[in-house]
Structures are given as structure tokens and as C-alpha cells.
């Protein structure tokens, strides 16, 4: 069975930086596409940012460009995204999944953590 | 960027109703359209891709329909666990989501 289990979620001071984890359990994880997104109180699912299987290739939602960056380590079976510059408009619920495919910013995702909560307040 | 409009976005209705869910896109996307589940606590559930396309282990009572920029996700026969959340994803251009749309209890 496909587990996403994320970390890291905190409340944070606008300006701030977080750093969220997320461990992977039950496929192959170097061998698959991975994403974050996250659901906005009010205004829905976002898509963040996307991370090629080796870990070479990224994909940013403009809104995160410069301030995020996704990684992973395929040794530890973990994605992370590293969080710079927080704004209000970032607090949310930050889902990890799986995406479908090895690469690419089109895809869609097949499987998903519970999230986890981070809050950018003053 | 592509926006996906879906309608309605609350639905109220029975246990044994057909539901009928609809999404909207600004431009063609082709058949490249998921739908998700989701639950408060619970991880997303990816139901159907590529427009109409069931994913393993979801019930045949969930369908899905469309192509270019209208798509249907269709419950034949609502069941007491399908009172959720329920959300459209385009990845046509990057990928975009619906506002969503909650079924709740009439």
C-alpha cells in the first residue's frame, strides 16, 4: 500500500522559512515523479511544485518561483520542500503525491498524504 | 493559465441519487482530466483520469465524461461514503484545479 506521510508543518512569521518532509512507504520511489500542493482556505487545491524522479528537474507554480525549492533524497525515500520569504497567502494544508509519470509538469497524481498545516501569521 | 470552473459548488442530495458533477475548462485540455475525492483528516483520492478513465479499486458506481473543456463526473448511486469533496484537475498546461464541489447530505 502507497503511504505519504508529511512533516515539518508550523506556524510561521511573514518572512519566515519552513521546511516540510515527506516520507514515502509501499512503491519504488526513486522511480516516480513527486509534487506538492497545497489547499488554500477559501480558494481551493494549488499545485506548488514538482520534482523529477532523479531529482534534476523542477517545476515551480509562479506564485512559489524563487521562494520554494522541492528536493528529495531517493536513498531515504523523501521528498522535501523548502519554504523561503513566507507570505500570508501560503498558509494552507501542504499535500505530498505521487505523480503518475517519471517526469513532467503535466500530469496528474495517484496518490496523496494527509498534509500538513502551516500558518503564516505575525 | 488554464482555469477549471466547476458547478455546482455545494450539492445536497440523498443516499441512492445519481449526481452528476460538472467542470469547465478556459481552454481545450483534451481528455486530460482527473477527479479527486477528499475528506477532512483523509488523504485525496484520485477516482478517474484521462477524462473517463476508472483508477483500480474505485467503485464502477463513479464515472467519468467529457472532452475539450466540458467534463461530467457522475455518481450512479449515491452511497453514504461518497458525501465529500470532490475536485477536477486539468494537466493539459501545468495543472489546475477546481474550486471543488461538496456533496453533503439533503
Known amino acids: ?122 | 493559465d488554464i482555469q477549471m470552473t466547476q458547478s455546482p459548488s455545494t450539492l445536497s442530495a440523498s443516499v441512492g441519487d445519481r449526481v452528476n458533477i460538472t467542470c469547465r475548462a478556459s481552454q481545450s485540455i483534451s481528455k486530460w482530466l482527473a477527479w479527486y475525492q477528499e475528506k477532512p483528516g483523509k488523504a485525496p483520492k484520485l477516482l478517474i483520469y484521462d477524462a473517463s478513465r476508472l483508477q483500480s479499486g474505485v467503485p464502477p458506481r463513479f464515472s467519468g465524461s467529457g472532452s475539450g473543456t466540458d467534463f461530467t463526473l457522475s455518481i450512479s448511486t449515491l452511497q453514504p461514503d461518497d458525501f465529500a469533496t470532490y475536485f477536477c484537475q486539468q494537466y493539459n498546461s501545468y495543472r489546475t484545479f477546481g474550486q471543488g464541489t461538496k456533496v453533503e447530505i439533503k
Open chain 1, 1 to 122: 500500500e502507497v503511504q505519504l506521510l508529511e512533516s515539518g508543518g508550523d506556524l510561521a512569521q511573514p518572512g519566515g522559512s519552513l521546511r516540510l518532509s515527506c516520507v514515502a512507504s509501499g512503491f519504488t520511489f526513486r522511480a516516480f515523479a513527486m509534487s506538492w500542493v497545497r489547499q488554500v482556505p477559501g480558494k481551493g487545491l494549488q499545485w506548488v511544485s514538482s520534482l523529477s524522479d532523479s531529482g534534476r528537474i523542477t517545476y515551480y507554480a509562479d506564485s512559489v518561483k524563487g521562494r520554494f525549492t522541492i528536493s528529495r533524497d531517493n536513498s531515504k525515500n523523501t521528498l522535501y520542500l523548502q519554504m523561503n520569504t513566507l507570505r500570508a497567502e501560503d498558509t494552507g494544508l501542504y499535500y505530498c503525491a505521487k505523480d503518475l509519470l517519471t517526469a513532467g509538469s503535466e500530469s496528474y497524481m495517484d496518490a496523496w498524504g494527509k498534509g500538513t498545516t502551516v500558518i503564516v501569521s505575525s
